[in-house]
């Protein structure tokens, strides 16, 4: 995948740090389907013609580093690459984890040999969690060793020994980290399994408890004076759910013509039905597994299903992905550009000329982050540090119970919103109220600050409590 397309040699002293400077990466983030990797092969020859330098991008999407599945997890093809060399693209084994912390090794194994050729790296990809781990001076290797997905101070890998966390008789997990862990326990569903087992596999070696641990390492990187560890120019590729959410399931169509059920058919024969690890874990993988695991050949209900969830789930995955990583860019206030696909992908829907839609598509991505790389080229740092101890992300994270609902679990703002607005959170509010008339009903908010939980309820003005 990687070739050696030179291109000038007088970018060297401003991408790669020779001069005093921070090294400097160019960063593709953004929603699953938004062009993310149509973009970064545009910004690169643009960047080439334009300013004369060579590029190469760096994959930051989790499933396709895995060997294999072309299809399902839409990696480029040859042709697509336009001869723009890529890295970390199908190299890791289909049945083992590839995890954040293994990115991030090689990851950085990447930047620093696409910087010794002078090149400048384009960092693409829609698995936020990969980038923080790559960028962010709370991984900084030098004060702390990944385990798993999780950081662990070095002496904790070393020494492992901390206090026991056994269960009683008939606790969950979930209920174990409740017990040592009240902030991380609500901010994780107890669905979560394999979380939940790695806080308190971090509890149980640094004796420490999670929330705790993590936020001395954002105070850490925080004292460093930025959030990022290299000179960073960020983009996000976003789009209106409205068009982006046709656009994913006629993506998906395509998908399944271009050859993905038979695809994993092959994927589950060779590893003889998967694992719920690597790539089985994946969007356009893991729906197939009942249609193929053991002797299944996959009948055309089964299929169908599959697909239909292929299509709920990638839907899902646009919208956590945004959210996910936009709170982690303001939160820790790194300068970063939203780039707006809307009209482009609109426009391509609705069967407009081609010419049309690439106009958008030029205007409203490909220009403007053009001109952003080169003026963060040609200029100082483009990222602001961050400002305090913690990220705002953190810093007001809440879960919320809402008791009228039978004491439902929220986990942060963005799905207490969603369920304050929900038709059957207000039915049920409007149905107390109706039943408790003529008394009029409070609604109530209380923190139960050893949960970091809002406790919500419906009073009346008299005596007696609703739910």
Known sequence: MVSEDEGSGDCDARVDGDNGTMKKVVVVLGATGTGKTKASIELAAEVLGGLGFGCEIVNCDALQCYEGSPVSTNKASEEEMAGVPHRLIGFAPADKDFTAGDFRVRAREALESTWRRGKLPILCGGSDYYAKALLSRRYDPTEVVEQGEFCLPSSASENPGGPRTDAAEGETDHERLRRVDPAMAARVHPNNERRV???????????VPPSELFRKQRRGAASKGGALIYDSCVFFLDAEDG????????????????GMVQENRELYA?????????????????????????????????LERAVAEVKANTS????????????????????????????????????????????????????PAFADVSAFLSSGRRQEAAQGGEDDDDATWRAYKCLPCGGRVLRGAVEWE????????????????????????????????????????????????VA
């Open 197 to 207: 087992r790695r806080y308190l596999e971090i509890f149980q070696q640094t004796g």
């Open 270 to 302: 060779k590893f003889r039905g998967g694992d719920d690890r690597g790539i089985f874990q994946g969007i356009g993988v893991k729906e197939f597994r009942r249609c193929f695991e053991g002797d299944g050949v996959g009948g055309r209900e089964d």
């Open 316 to 367: 899902r995955l646009a919208k956590k992905q945004r959210n996910r990583a936009l709170r982690w860019l303001r939160g820790q206030r790194v300068g970063h550009r939203v780039l707006d696909a809307t009209r482009a992908i609109r426009a391509k829907l609705e069967g407009r000329p081609e010419g049309e839609v690439l106009s958008l598509w030029r205007e409203d991505v490909i220009a």
């Open 418 to 465: 969603a369920h304050r607005k929900s038709g059957p959170h207000r039915k049920r509010l409007g149905k107390l109220r109706k039943q408790n008339a003529p008394n009029e009903c409070k609604w109530v908010e209380e923190m139960d600050e050893e949960a970091n939980t809002v406790v919500c309820s419906l009073r009346v003005t008299g005596p007696g409590e």
């Open 243 to 258: 068009a982006l959410g046709p656009l994913l399931e006629a993506r998906v169509e395509g998908m399944v013509a271009r």
